[in-house]
């Protein structure tokens, strides 16, 4: 698994996905959610952490979108800001994950 994928992976699980699941959640809520999943997805996991600490510091757009979650009772980044800090932390970016390609079936004859 890639860091993006993890980082994803991690967000669909505790933000994305109860939202998308939901029959409650407003069409622009979910809208909103499968935009910045959209941005998400054409990122390097450190511009994925980067662009979750700005939406947690607050710009414009991120503002409103987190108060309409709140407002209609999901979890928002905010909620799950200690979790996220511990795992995707510098260390974490900075490691390098080695991805050992499977083996080749040996043929019996």
Excluded: C
């Excluded at 905010?78 to 050992?100: G, H, Q, T, Y």
């Amino acid at each position: 698994m890639t860091k993006e994928q993890e980082v994803m992976d991690y967000l669909h699980r505790n933000v994305f996905d109860p939202i998308l699941d939901s029959k409650t959640a407003s069409a622009k809520l979910k809208s909103g959610i499968r935009l910045t999943i959209a941005r998400m997805n054409n990122l390097s996991a450190e511009k994925m952490v980067q662009y979750y600490w700005s939406a947690v510091i607050g710009t414009e757009r991120s503002v409103g979108f987190a108060k309409a979650m709140k407002d209609e009772g999901f979890d928002r980044f905010e909620e799950i800001l200690e979790e996220f800090r511990v795992k995707f932390d510098n260390a974490w970016l900075s490691r390098k994950i080695v991805i050992i390609p499977a083996s080749k079936p040996k043929t019996v004859k």
